[in-house]
């Protein structure tokens, strides 16, 4: 049987930021039911979901060099729903409060990066493939390539990087060659790690590993253009032969309306007015006229630039001269907030802003809206989207990354599509799809199918474990 390490910096259930603990959670899952033994390995945080740190069983214990320094390495393991979960504990590192942020973010990221090399000559688990994510894993494939991997433990070890968010490239001084990893400065010389006269982890994850992925087909070929690289693009296009999109899914287990024990009425595709029972409920609870025929925008979002805050800025202010409601959940950039915090005191009968994360108010809110905003600069994948159609919401958004992907904009004359979509950066444009899907959804009909093809949609994780176990074989036969 196939053996994956799943290495990350976050996982769900026992602790998630975004989008990667989602992934971190469910793809192993799914790659098990496909006969692959998938098993993840995330740092034992110190604000670890309290359930979870009971559950945790003590492997061993060892100590690691950190370039000159010999650090503790305890390893913990659990298994969730099938998946066996090893924790690294080191309280120096991890015994903090956040998960990311920190001055030393390169230091606690290149001991967890070779404690995961470490762990795997301790631990009874023959790895086949380490699958990494992100810029904090990005130094193990460095680590296999140069160091590790003529040892008996890992001579056959393949690796695959997955980018989930190119802008975060974990980008530090050249001196941590020597101080965290014990190396001289070839690696910095030769190109492989150097990044505008910095090191960064990302960039020796995309040049050492064996596969480059990513979490959509049209960001993997974003992420080659000057517009999207990130000052990456030309290492990408030389790497673009090894470069792959798999789009990522969502757990239809934990996104299901019709079980979803966090929205007001369950309801399906068959019983699709019972979708108007969770707006009616939501409008009341949020102090708004309870209006069933009155559309209500949903935005579940962090509020930054780079999902589209600004667009949304610009127009909501004429958009809510109109019969419409707006609920707006999240948290991010100080002006975004006051500017939905503005709109609700200024539009009291239409605006609920809450300015926090609520996981509960995000599924009401994605069962009760019957439109999605999520007019994004960059997408990787998006998960926004991926939920609002699961619970019939019709997406408005913009054609990038993951967002073109899976959002198929509506065609009048054969009554195809899932949603809306609009191709320019630009305010008119969200506010020229935004009117003419408010228009649609005067016509019952119309709408109706709408939601239907929504909720018909296949986003579930099954299709994408498919494809990275053929990845894994491809790499490993």
Known sequence: MLKVLFAASEADPFIKTGGLGDVAYALPKYLNKLEVDARVVIPKYKNLKEEYLQKLEFVKSFNIWVGWRNQYCG??????????????????????????????????????????????????????????????????????????????????????????????????????????????????????????????????????????????????????????????????????????????????????????????????????????????????????????????????????????????????????????????????????????????????DKVSAIIKFDNTMAHRIYAASDIFLMPSLFEPCGLGQLIALRYGTIPVVRETGGLKDTVVPYNQYTGEGNGFSFDNYNAYELETVLNMALNYYKDKNIWESLVKSAMNSDNSWEKSAEIYKKLYEELTN
């Open 75 to 348: 390893i913990f393991k659990c298994k969730v729903e099938e998946v066996t979960y090893y924790l690294i504990d080191n309280e120096y590192y991890f015994g903090r409060d956040g998960l990311y942020g920190y001055y030393d973010d390169g230091e606690r990221f290149a001991f967890f990066d070779r404690a995961v090399m470490e762990m795997i000559k301790e631990i009874d688990f023959k790895v086949d493939v380490i699958h990494c994510n992100d810029w904090q894993t990005g130094m193990i494939p460095v680590l296999n390539a140069l160091q590790y991997n003529k040892g008996p433990c890992y001579s056959n070890i393949k690796t695959v990087y997955s980018i989930h968010n190119l802008l975060f490239q974990g980008t530090y001084d050249p001196k941590i060659l020597g101080e965290l990893f014990g190396w001289d400065e070839e690696q910095f010389r030769n190109g492989m790690l150097e990044f505008y006269g910095g090191v960064s982890f990302m960039k020796g994850g995309i040049n050492y590993a064996h596969k480059v992925a990513t979490v959509s087909s049209t960001y993997a070929e974003e992420i080659k253009t000057p517009f999207y690289g990130e000052r990456m693009d030309g290492l990408l296009r030389s790497r673009e032969q090894d470069l792959i999109g798999i789009l990522n899914g969502i757990d239809y287990n934990s996104y299901d309306p019709k079980e979803d024990t966090l929205i007001y009425k369950n309801y399906d595709v068959n019983t699709i007015k019972d979708k108007n029972v969770n707006k009616t409920k939501l409008q009341k609870d949020l102090n708004l006229p309870v209006r069933a025929k009155t559309p209500m925008l949903g935005i579940v979002s962090r509020l930054t630039p780079q999902k589209g805050m600004d667009l949304l800025v610009s127009i909501l202010d004429r958009v809510l001269q109109e019969d419409v409601q707006l609920a707006v959940l999240g948290t991010g950039d100080y002006g975004y907030e006051e500017h939905f915090k503005n709109l609700q005191s200024r539009y009291p």
